[in-house]
Structures are given as structure tokens and as C-alpha cells.
């Protein structure tokens, strides 16, 4: 589900036309849906909704939490974020709703100069801050990652201790010539065929 078109940043490689736009996708869409799926989460089966692009964040909490509030009881709430409107009150609500957050960031700093504003400065410092909330508040989160220079750093840097899952995907064959859906990591990162 997509709340919104719009970011607050501007990627480099960012592939969505209307991501300067706030076309706001209406209640009575969210609505529809929710009724929609309704029918499935009926006859036993988990409903789990993903919020994305542009940034969902955007559209503030309450906006946020009213859209929530049209699912049925026991959906499972995913978010991709780009991090940098993330504080305490989107924490609550993350807290309070069991949203699971995926956060997108591109490595360490200097893999990371796609990341703009509006105004083209490094979003950096802004993403880093949002994921420091996230920790300091104690919310688990996924990482979802552009891979602009397949070096074998990025290989490396998955073999973070945290790190207890990871999928690759560049469209059809991943950077280390396997088909993307082959590729899966156990816990600690060794990359292993599935
Ligand atoms: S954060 Fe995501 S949606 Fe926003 S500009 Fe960057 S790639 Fe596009």
C-alpha cells in the first residue's frame, strides 16, 4: 500500500516520477482494500500489508494510524522507511500497532552519496539518526539496500553479527552470478544456496 507519492529525499537512483508530488491515496482506497482482504484474514489465513513509496512516513502519525485502523484485528503491518522522519512517536506507534520496519540505507557513509535531499545534501546524518531512535527504543529492524558498486566489500558487510536473514536481488542475477532467489544467508551471514 502506498499512503503517498511523495519523499522527503531525492535519490540519485530513485526510479519513482512522482516522488516531489503528495498525492495522498484516499481513505475510502485504504478502506476498500482493507474490506477486500478481509474475506481472506476470514477464513484463516494472515493478512500482511507492506507500506511503501515514496515516504510513508510523510503523511504523520495520526494519518498513519487511522489508515492502520481500517484492517482487521491480527494484520500484520510491514514499513519501508527511508529512516529520516523516524522519533519517539513513530516509535510508539510502531510499539503499539507490532508494525515490523524495514529501513533503507546503503551501507556505510560513503556508500551511501546516492542519498540526497531536495536540496542534494547528504541525507546521511538524517537516516543515521532515525535508525539510532530505532535502537535506543528497542524496535528489531530489516535493512533494504541499493547496491551501486557490487565490490566485494558488500559481501563483507553482510557478515554483520546482527545480521540473521538476507535476500539479494538485482532483477534477474545477483552481483555474485547466482539467481537472486537462490540466494538466502543463514544466521550470521554465510551465503549459502537454499
Ligand atoms: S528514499 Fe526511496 S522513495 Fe525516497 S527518493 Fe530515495 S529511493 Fe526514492
Not at 44 to 49: A, K, L, P, R
Not at 133 to 150: C, T
Request: charged fraction near 25%.
Amino acid at each position: 500500500m502506498q499512503p503517498t507519492t511523495l519523499c522527503n529525499l531525492n535519490c540519485r537512483y530513485c526510479y519513482l516520477p512522482d516522488r516531489g508530488k503528495r498525492l495522498v491515496m484516499p481513505a475510502a482506497v485504504n478502506r476498500a482494500a482493507a474490506e477486500a482482504v478481509a474475506r481472506w484474514r476470514d477464513s484463516g489465513h494472515q493478512v500482511e500489508v507492506l507500506w511503501h513509496a515514496g515516504e510513508p512516513l510523510t503523511v504523520g502519525v495520526r494519518t498513519f494510524e487511522d489508515l492502520l485502523a481500517d484492517w482487521p484485528a491480527g494484520t500484520l503491518h510491514h514499513i519501508q522507511t527511508n529512516a529520516t522522519l523516524i522519533d519517539e512517536a513513530w516509535c510508539d506507534l510502531f510499539h503499539r500497532h507490532h508494525v515490523r520496519v524495514s529501513a533503507s540505507i546503503d551501507g556505510p557513509e560513503h556508500m551511501n552519496s546516492g542519498r540526497v535531499t531536495r536540496s542534494g545534501a547528504p541525507a546521511w546524518l538524517r537516516i543515521t539518526a532515525g535508525i539510532t531512535m530505532l535502537r535506543r527504543q528497542g524496535i528489531p529492524f530489516d535493512v533494504l539496500s541499493v547496491v551501486q558498486d557490487p565490490a566485494p566489500e558488500v559481501e563483507a558487510r553482510t557478515r554483520d553479527p546482527r545480521t540473521t536473514r538476507l535476500g539479494q536481488s538485482d532483477g534477474s542475477r545477483t552481483p555474485y552470478g547466482r539467481p537472486a532467489e537462490e540466494l538466502m544467508t543463514d544466521a550470521h551471514g554465510g551465503f549459502h544456496r537454499r
